[in-house]
């Protein structure tokens, strides 16, 4: 069974342009769930989707958005970039509930 | 909001010896679920184990185990036999179980001597 898949695994972006990341689940699993992971704040729930419906918000502002298409993939949008937006955003799907959630290697995203 | 603590930045261990690492969170439910996460530098997530608060049981899978005391809202890990392959990143995290968030702790830093 292939595990989460994440794309691209790099990205340098320039501040205020604005970036998608994708994320494709395990087959089966409708629960998608993204967080940003930097050295200084540690790993941060940004948000999740279960069935195309957002289900939860971390506390992120609203330059952060997300989707998720009929078929669980997701993408995350974040839009006019600013430099403390450098991190890894992981990527985590699960079947649902307290299930263990499956991670993705992650977008390295970096901006200049 | 709940909160979750590793109050051990880095630790070390000797090749074959056993480690503990601590984790605390702070929660009002009584239902949850408690996991720990291994991040090797290839940065991938790697679920260890998990714990449902409604067992008392502690969980295991294989060298890992826990020792899980809800009372004291403490979930700490145990590597029995350590190997040059654990040194890793390790994260605690909390899931209250209305969704997929997940509460992660700071982090501990394994190193294991050969």
């Known amino acids: 069974k292939a595990g989460v898949t994440q794309t691209p695994r790099y990205l340098i972006k320039t501040r205020g342009q604005q970036v998608t990341l994708s994320c494709s689940p395990i087959?089966?699993?409708?629960?998608v769930s993204w967080y940003q992971q930097t050295p200084g704040q540690g790993l941060q729930f940004l948000f999740e989707?279960?069935?195309?419906?957002?289900?939860n918000k971390g506390n992120f502002p609203g330059r952060f958005s997300g989707r998720q298409f009929s078929n669980s993939r997701s993408e995350m949008n974040v839009s006019t970039l600013e430099l403390g937006d450098s991190a890894l955003y992981l990527c985590?799907?699960?079947?649902?509930?307290?299930?263990?959630?499956?991670f993705g290697d992650g977008t390295r995203l970096s901006i200049l | 909001a709940q909160t979750v603590t590793q109050s051990q930045p880095e630790m070390s261990v000797q090749e074959a010896e056993t480690v503990t690492l601590s984790c605390t969170y702070d929660?009002?439910?009584?239902?949850?679920?408690l996991f720990w996460y291994k991040q090797p530098p290839s940065r991938q997530m790697i679920l260890v184990i998990r714990?449902?608060?409604?067992?008392?049981q502690n969980a295991t899978e294989n060298r890992f185990s826990v020792n899980f005391q809800k009372a004291a809202k403490s979930f700490s890990l145990k590597i029995s036999d350590s190997q040059l392959g654990d040194a890793a990143m390790y994260f605690c995290?909390?899931?209250?179980?209305?969704?997929?968030?997940?509460?992660f702790g700071g982090g501990t830093r394994l190193m294991v001597k050969p």
């Open positions: 985590a799907s699960s079947l649902g509930e307290g299930s263990p959630q499956h």
């Open positions: 087959s089966g699993h409708r629960s």
């Open positions: 989707y279960f069935s195309e419906t957002q289900r």
């Open positions: 929660t009002s439910e009584s239902d949850y679920y």
């Open positions: 714990q449902e608060a409604y067992k008392q």
């Open positions: 995290a909390y899931n209250k179980g209305a969704g997929n968030m997940l509460t």
